[in-house]
């Protein structure tokens, strides 16, 4: 059996999510660091965010051809994209594409739609509040490949 197969055009939008996302992530980090004098500390965080989206755009480029790595790590990258939490000295969010984030705690509950790619992760005494939510795109990306979707079979082992 083939290491690949002909991914379904859900299994494509989710592709297209993480490799759209991934390289509008790439473009948003070039542009920050370009733009804005930043000590050579945040420079490799930076560079790991880059590394990190560009991972995404790789995978997603797998995942629409249908190889077995691309639906493997979708499934990882997706669910590191279904939390988003504020803590008193601690964010992260994540997502690649589009977020629509169903987000309780301070200031109440709301439901914000994002459309690209972002990444935050803070550890700082500025950051108040508790807030906590999750990405419903994300999670119904996970479910779907997790549920809906045939994973390729692994070639068989030579004898």
């Known amino acids: 059996m083939a290491d690949s197969e002909k991914p379904t055009i859900g299994t494509r939008f989710l592709a297209l999510l993480l490799t759209g996302g991934g390289i509008a992530g ?28 560009a991972w995404c755009s790789w995978k997603g480029v797998d995942l ?11 499934k ?4 590191a994209q279904i939390p988003v939490v504020t803590l008193p000295g601690f964010h ?9 984030a169903l987000m309780f705690g301070d200031g109440g509950g709301n439901l914000p739609l994002n459309l690209g790619s972002s990444i935050s992760l803070y550890f700082s005494p500025q950051v108040v509040g508790t ?23 692994a070639a068989p082992a030579a004898a």
Do not use: C, D
Request: glycine share 8%; aromatic share 20%; charged share 10%.
């Open 64 to 74: 629409w051809r249908g190889k077995r790595s691309g639906y493997r790590w979708a």
């Open 76 to 79: 990882i990258l997706f669910a």
């Open 131 to 153: 807030a906590y939510g999750i990405n419903l795109i994300a999670l119904s990306a996970l479910v779907y490949l997790l549920l809906f979707v045939r994973r390729p079979a």
């Open 92 to 100: 992260y969010e994540f997502y690649t594409g589009l977020n629509l």
């Open 26 to 53: 790439i473009g948003v980090f070039i542009w920050l660091a370009t733009k804005s004098q930043m000590h050579a500390s945040l420079l490799v965080f930076l560079g790991l965010f880059v590394l990190l989206f």
